[in-house]
T-cell receptor
């Protein structure tokens, strides 16, 4: 079975600074996807970024980028130029490729951006 | 990404009554939808996978007769909490998996309070 570990229950960062959230996972699968989802106080789950395991290039979405280390099974999220609106719970998730596969979530990291 | 709606967003009911939560895919025909439960300050817990036109697949420990799932069309899945009790009070979230990227997109969630 796959597991996802987020070792930082809470983090804080000053506005405009950069912060990195950690995520490690365990799997014997070769083909899979990794995701970061954001859950702000509204509790709406929002997709932040997605990475296919077969791609060596790290995914980026504007101020959000990942450091995907397949051999180390690590998938960290870097948020640049942090904004107050980035304050949220961040969940790392794993999904096997193919079929009606389900997401396996980490326990989440609560990020607070301070003015 | 895909747009998913949930109705109602908040419901309060008396113990012993049944409550139906609707999850609609607004811009995509979702053959697979997922239902999650989230307790305060915790991660999402998958309850069941809902497939259009067939019976839902429930996760271990989830009572099928208590949490009835129906996926009668490609755009609508419903979760009915039968004979609700205070311990069923929680935040329920649905998601759809669709498009070429196998990404899950989430509804805004439903807060259920059972008195």
């Amino acid at each position: 079975a796959q597991t996802v570990t987020q070792s930082q229950p809470e983090m804080s960062v000053q506005e405009a600074e950069t912060v990195t959230l950690s995520c490690t996972y365990d799997t014997s699968e070769s083909n899979y996807y990794l995701f970061w989802y954001k859950q702000p106080p509204s509790r709406q789950m929002i997709l932040v970024i997605r990475q296919e395991a077969y791609k060596q290039q790290n995914a980026t979405e504007n101020r959000f980028s990942v450091n995907f280390q397949k051999a180390a099974k690590s998938f960290s999220l870097k948020i640049s130029d942090s904004q107050l609106g980035d304050t949220a719970m961040y969940f790392c998730a794993f999904m096997k490729q193919g079929g009606s596969e389900k997401l396996v979530f980490g326990k989440g990291t609560k990020l607070t951006v301070n003015p | 990404g895909a747009v998913v709606s949930q109705h109602p967003s908040w419901v309060i009911c008396k113990s012993g009554t049944s409550v139906k939560i609707e999850c609609r895919s607004l811009d995509f025909q979702a053959t697979t939808m997922f239902w999650y439960r989230q307790f305060p300050k915790q991660s999402l817990m998958l309850m069941a996978t809902s497939n259009e036109g067939s019976k839902a697949t429930y996760e271990q420990g989830v009572e099928k007769d208590k949490f009835l799932i129906n996926h009668a069309s490609l755009t609508l899945s419903t979760l009915t909490v039968t004979s609700a009790h205070p311990e069923d009070s929680s935040f329920y979230i649905c998601s759809e998996r669709g498009g070429p990227t196998d990404t899950q997109y989430f509804g805004p969630g439903t807060r259920l309070t059972v008195l």
